[in-house]
């Protein structure tokens, strides 16, 4: 049954509020866990590099069967549950923090690999889930702009916020208040899963490894999801190499302070939801591929800036190339996945975006190991000219004419 249009307005009103204190939520978990590795569990420099790395690893162990599962359990249920596991882990942490004070760090570890696997379930229904709460095509797209600006804000703020909440309290109040931003998620999606249809019942009799095959050949087989997944994975080796080493580059090469170095990073993201919303009204002029293809030029053109700033305009290059560099990401995220939904039956959306994530983070590990060899062997200004030159790679998938004539 179609829903009314207001009916669905209020869904997505929930399903946005849920997503925006969820985002919110990882990026106070990205700070807050690995200093509580040091203060709380005993953690070496080591350990902290493996609770920040099983916070991640799950995109790449669980990325594609997640796919397949939100797919069979539901969008709306998947990202309850996902909300209810990183709800309950850090609330458990907290406990221990205010309670014991001290525990292993095994613990630590194991708590952050579940919120980490959670993380992998949410992230793969809410980048599905649009068009089964908005019913319009024509609404994906604002709605989609919607969920990535507070994808971008939320990865801003969530940092100032955690470090705000650690100085002034402590981690385990930092933490507390981390659990209850998933608590306010899970509560706004059952809402949202209470208003949609129920998962409709197909009999699944293939193996898990044949679906995800399956769903491989899938995006594989359908021009616009292959060359969208190309592009993420190109491009990240390029943007991996130089986040890696920005600030090292900065401080080293260009002589600034950290401080100079994170107004650069700010400036990109200032960029990142102009650019958003100014795909908008790009679309309506030129259609969305072709905005997502003109995208990638000041995507790696402001790579480019960051290798070729000097003195003594360095900070002004910075943030220049920043700046640029986010309004290309901007109008290409929120154009991206909206094809992605577009091109793709609904029953595969999920596994769609699961071949991209898996796809588009597995390349992040090699763009960070490319930059510790280019790094040792040409130097840092070099890391940088090199991702631009990877970066520019994606160019040639992302201005083929299926992608460039796409509406």
């Keep these: 049954?179609?829903?009314?249009?207001?009916?669905?307005?209020?869904?997505?009103?929930?399903?946005?509020?849920?997503?925006?204190?969820?985002?919110?939520?990882?990026?106070?978990?990205?700070?807050a866990l690995p200093l509580v590795a040091v203060a709380h569990a005993g953690g070496s420099t080591s350990d902290i590099a493996v609770v920040a790395t099983l916070l991640k690893l799950p995109f790449l162990?669980?990325?594609?069967?997640?796919?397949?599962?939100?797919?069979?359990?539901?969008?709306?249920?998947?990202?309850?549950?996902?909300?209810?596991?990183?709800?309950?882990?850090?609330?458990?942490?907290?406990?221990?923090?205010?309670?014991?004070?001290?525990?292993?760090?095994?613990?630590?570890?194991?708590?952050?690999?579940?919120?980490?696997?959670?993380?992998?379930?949410?992230?793969?229904?809410?980048?599905?889930?649009?068009?089964?709460?908005v019913p319009d095509q024509a609404g994906w797209h604002p709605a989609n702009l919607r969920l990535t600006l507070s994808e971008s804000w939320g990865m801003l703020a969530g940092p100032a916020l955690g470090g705000l909440l650690i100085s002034v309290w402590s981690l385990g109040v930092a933490l507390s208040l981390d659990a209850l931003t998933f608590a306010l998620s899970a509560a706004t999606l059952v809402v949202v899963t209470l208003s949609l249809p129920p998962p409709a019942r197909r009999v699944e009799t293939a193996p898990l490894f044949t679906s995800i095959r399956v769903g491989f050949r899938y995006v594989l087989d359908r021009p616009v999801l292959r060359g969208i997944?190309?592009?993420?994975?190109?491009?990240?080796?390029?943007v991996a190499m130089f986040e890696t080493m920005l600030v090292l580059y900065g401080v080293k090469t260009l002589s600034l302070d950290v401080a100079q170095v994170g107004v650069a990073v700010a400036a990109g993201g200032l960029g990142f939801p102009l650019g958003g919303l100014a795909s908008g009204r790009l679309n309506?002029?030129?259609?969305?591929?072709?905005?997502?293809?003109?995208a990638g030029i000041p995507s790696v053109a402001g790579i480019a800036v960051l290798g070729l700033a000097t003195q003594p305009v360095a900070l002004v290059l910075l943030a220049t190339g920043m700046l640029v560099f986010g309004l290309g990401q901007g109008a290409f995220a929120v154009n991206a996945v909206t094809l992605r939904h577009e091109h793709a039956e609904p029953h595969m959306r999920a596994q769609a975006t699961s071949v991209h994530r898996f796809a588009s983070w597995g390349a992040l590990p090699v763009g960070t190991l490319l930059a510790g060899l280019v790094?040792?062997?040409?130097?840092?200004?070099?890391?940088?000219?090199?991702?631009?030159?990877?970066?520019?790679?994606?160019?040639?998938?992302?201005?083929?004419?299926?992608?460039?004539?796409?509406p």
Excluded at 3 to 29: C, E, I, M, N, Y
Excluded at 229 to 238: C, L, R
Excluded at 383 to 404: D, F, H, K, Q, T
């Design 284 to 294: 309506r002029r030129f259609g969305k591929g072709r905005v997502m293809a003109l």
């Design 229 to 238: 997944m190309v592009v993420g994975a190109v491009f990240n080796i390029g």
């Design 61 to 133: 162990v669980l990325g594609l069967p997640a796919g397949v599962w939100v797919t069979r359990w539901g969008l709306g249920r998947s990202m309850l549950g996902a909300d209810l596991v990183r709800l309950l882990v850090l609330g458990f942490i907290a406990a221990l923090i205010l309670l014991r004070g001290e525990f292993s760090i095994v613990v630590l570890m194991t708590a952050a690999a579940l919120i980490g696997s959670a993380t992998v379930f949410f992230q793969i229904a809410y980048q599905s889930i649009v068009p089964e709460v």
């Design 375 to 406: 790094a040792g062997v040409l130097g840092l200004r070099a890391v940088m000219l090199v991702g631009a030159a990877i970066s520019a790679l994606c160019l040639v998938p992302l201005w083929s004419p299926e992608i460039r004539r796409a």
């Design 1 to 31: 049954m179609r829903r009314k249009p207001h009916r669905a307005r209020s869904t997505f009103g929930w399903l946005w509020a849920g997503q925006s204190a969820s985002v919110l939520g990882d990026q106070v978990t990205l700070i």
